[in-house]
């Protein structure tokens, strides 16, 4: 069974730091594409970064570019997310994906398949 | 930025056909998904490549995609299908999501 689970997540001061771990199990690791969507309270979804299976290609939105950095350790199967300068607006249910991400009969794809269950992070004072 | 606007709630009544759609310039020229999310839990899959159901969901939900929309559809609408969804698409080394719909089945 494919599954990812998140932790990490807690309570942090605005401009503190916290990093988000995701454990990955049920499928092979180094060749899936994850990503990090959060979901602030009572608001929609918003895709915060993309890392490819090698570690090589990396995304990022625009709201957390430059403070927020993916990573992954393919030998302990897990990928994170390191948080820089938190900010309130930061403040949101943090969920890791397994991605597919291909060009399929003629227009790029990107769609994320399975997800875990979300970690909690509140930046507040 | 891309932007994909749907429609912030849509109301079916049970057995009947819900249609929720998502809207962006050319998005026809993307690959649009679809996710389902009930309170308190995370996003599921419902529709990729535009019109493809992944194993397990049911053959109600469907989508199209075509010029600047793309909808969800589910035909003979359950009680079990109420729920937020929301359409997402692929553009500039960015995911976009839109701002969700809520589905109230009445």
């Known amino acids: 069974e494919v599954q990812l689970v998140e932790s990490g997540g807690g309570l942090v001061q605005p401009g503190g730091s916290l990093r988000l771990s995701c454990a990955a199990s049920?499928?092979?690791?180094?060749?899936?594409?994850l990503n990090w969507v959060r979901q602030a309270p009572g608001k929609g979804l918003e895709w915060v970064s993309h890392?490819?299976?090698?570690?090589?290609?990396?995304f990022y939105g625009d709201s957390v570019r430059g403070r927020f950095t993916i990573s992954r350790d393919n030998a302990k199967n897990s990928l994170f997310l390191q948080m820089n300068s938190l900010r309130a607006e930061d403040t949101a249910v943090y969920y890791c994906?397994?991605?597919?991400?291909?060009?399929?009969?003629?227009?790029?794809?990107?769609?994320?398949?399975?997800w875990g269950k979300g970690t909690t992070v509140t930046v507040s004072s | 930025s891309y932007a994909l606007a749907q429609p912030p709630s849509v109301s079916v009544s049970p057995g009947q056909t819900a249609s929720i759609s998502c809207s962006g310039d050319?998005?026809?020229?993307?690959?649009t998904c679809w996710y389902q999310q009930k309170p308190g839990q995370s996003p599921i899959l419902v529709i990729y490549?535009?019109?493809k159901r992944p194993s397990g969901i049911p053959e109600r939900f469907s989508g199209s995609n075509s010029g600047n929309t793309a909808t969800l559809t589910i035909s003979g609408t359950q009680a079990m299908d109420e729920a937020d969804y929301y359409c997402?698409?692929?553009?500039?080394?960015?995911?976009?999501f839109g701002g969700g719909t809520q589905l109230t089945v009445l």
């Open positions: 994906a397994r991605v597919s991400y291909d060009f399929w009969s003629g227009k790029y794809s990107y769609f994320m398949s399975v």
């Open positions: 049920g499928f092979t690791f180094t060749t899936a594409d």
């Open positions: 890392i490819s299976g090698s570690g090589l290609t990396i």
């Open positions: 050319k998005l026809g020229d993307k690959h």
């Open positions: 490549h535009d019109n």
């Open positions: 997402q698409a692929w553009d500039s080394s960015t995911a976009v």
